[in-house]
């Protein structure tokens, strides 16, 4: 599970998406393929950001990636790329967290850029980094692992209480043949304390 890139553009109509920042993690690849690779995950980011209508979101498998883009109703799209196992719900989260911190960072300075700027690069590095790990992203994601980590841990529990329980028969066991020793030694004290009676 890997995610590859997070970028946002202004969307531009019909004519080529303008880009406000893209973080990349070509590290899988090789050290010549790098440039080609980012490249490409950018001409796949302006292509289907151009061709998402504002409101929309929208997700494309290509190579064994999904690029997922999300363009508001205000004309700023938001990019990200993972490989095909990495979960889609987190994807769109990732994206509506990051351009919400780019709003809220920039305001509406980016309405009025009209060339490819790396104003968002500072953030979205870190966001790139942290988002690896998708249950950062997606609630559900987080709140699944808790509860798989807690499902691990109860079955533990119960497997250390049936070890238990298996070492609680055999004690149980052997008390009812204390009982039975017992009372055999009681009956046979009785007879032999029977004939020493003075009484």
């Known amino acids: 599970m890997k995610l590859t890139a997070i970028g946002i553009l202004k969307w531009n109509g019909d004519n080529t998406p303008i880009l406000l920042g893209m973080a990349t993690d070509v590290s899988n690849f090789g050290y010549f393929q790098r440039g080609a690779v980012r490249e ?23 190579e064994g990636y999904l690029c997922h883009v999300h363009v508001r109703d205000s004309g700023i799209a938001g990019v990200v790329v993972g490989d095909e196992e990495y979960p889609t719900t987190a994807s769109f989260a990732i994206i509506t967290k990051v351009l919400d911190e780019f709003l809220a960072t920039s305001g509406d300075s ?20 942290k988002y690896q790990d998708h249950t950062q992203a997606d609630k559900l994601s987080k709140i699944q692992k808790d509860l798989d980590e807690t499902k691990i841990i109860l079955h533990q529990t119960i497997d250390s209480v049936l070890r238990r329980g298996e070492k609680l028969d055999a004690l149980v066991d052997k008390s009812n043949d204390l009982s039975l020793a017992s009372q055999m030694f009681y009956k046979s004290a009785r007879k032999t304390n029977s004939c020493c009676r003075f009484m």
């Open 110 to 129: 980016w309405k009025n850029v009209d060339a490819d700027t790396h104003t968002a690069e500072a953030m979205l590095e870190p966001s790139l980094a």
């Open 40 to 62: 490409g995950i950018l001409f796949i980011a302006r292509t289907i950001a151009q061709r998402t209508q504002p409101g929309l979101r929208q997700s494309v498998k290509t």
